[in-house]
């Protein structure tokens, strides 16, 4: 298995620094969707009107995957 962190780029940059411990791509793919899911409906609609990114780096803090999501409002 090999470790993987899941920063989030919400106006703010949160980085992970505890990661996840995976045994492939697929998982990562699964937990990046996952996760990115969970955090945009948890309530908090903060991510609203701009950029929200996840971005999943490995252990040699190469980027590995991404999943992004914006909000346009149309002026509301």
Do not use: C, P
Request: glycine residues 10%; negative net charge.
């Amino acid at each position: 298995m090999a470790q993987y962190y899941f920063h989030v780029m919400n106006g703010q940059a949160v980085m992970d620094d505890t990661g996840m411990d995976l045994a492939n791509m697929e998982l990562v793919r699964t937990e990046a969707i996952r996760a990115a899911g969970q955090m945009l409906s948890d309530g908090d609609h903060s991510w609203k009107g701009q950029q929200w990114q996840m971005i999943v780096t490995d252990a040699f803090n190469t980027i590995v995957f991404g999943v992004s999501f914006s909000v346009d409002r149309h002026g509301l």
